[in-house]
C-alpha cells in the first residue's frame, strides 16, 4: 500500500509545487528532516512500509502522529528519524 497525499492527517504540510516524484525516492538519506515537509514525511512513512509485512492506512497515520508531535529535536536526516521511527514503533505495527 502507497500512504498518499490524501491519507495525510496533518494540515499544515508545506507542498513545493516543483515534480518531486524523484527527489524523495530509495532509501532515506543524510539530507536534512523537515517534518512539515509533506512529501517528505510521506517518503519516510512510505519507508516504514518496507519494514513490516501488514501495513495499513491506521499504521501510517499513527507514524505521521509520531513524526508530527512526538520525534525528538535531535533527529534531523531523514536516516535519524527513519531509524527513531524503527526503534519507536515498528515493534508496535509487527504486534
Not at 515537509?37 to 501488514?54: A, K, P, R
Not at 535531535?74 to 515498528?90: D, M, P, Q, T
Request: aromatic letters at 12%; one cysteine or more; glycine letters at 4%.
Amino acid at each position: 500500500m502507497l500512504f498518499r497525499k490524501e491519507d495525510l492527517q496533518g494540515q499544515h504540510y508545506n507542498w513545493d509545487n516543483q515534480n518531486k516524484e524523484t527527489f524523495f525516492t530509495g532509501v532515506p538519506s543524510r539530507r536534512m528532516f523537515d517534518r512539515y515537509n509533506g512529501d517528505q514525511v510521506l517518503f519516510l512513512i512510505n519507508s516504514c512500509e518496507s519494514l513490516t509485512e501488514i501495513f495499513t492506512i491506521k499504521e501510517a497515520t499513527e507514524i505521521e502522529d509520531l513524526i508530527l508531535n512526538k520525534l525528538p529535536l535531535e533527529a534531523k536526516s531523514e536516516i535519524s528519524v527513519f531509524n527513531w521511527l524503527r526503534g519507536y514503533c515498528i515493534a508496535d505495527l509487527n504486534n
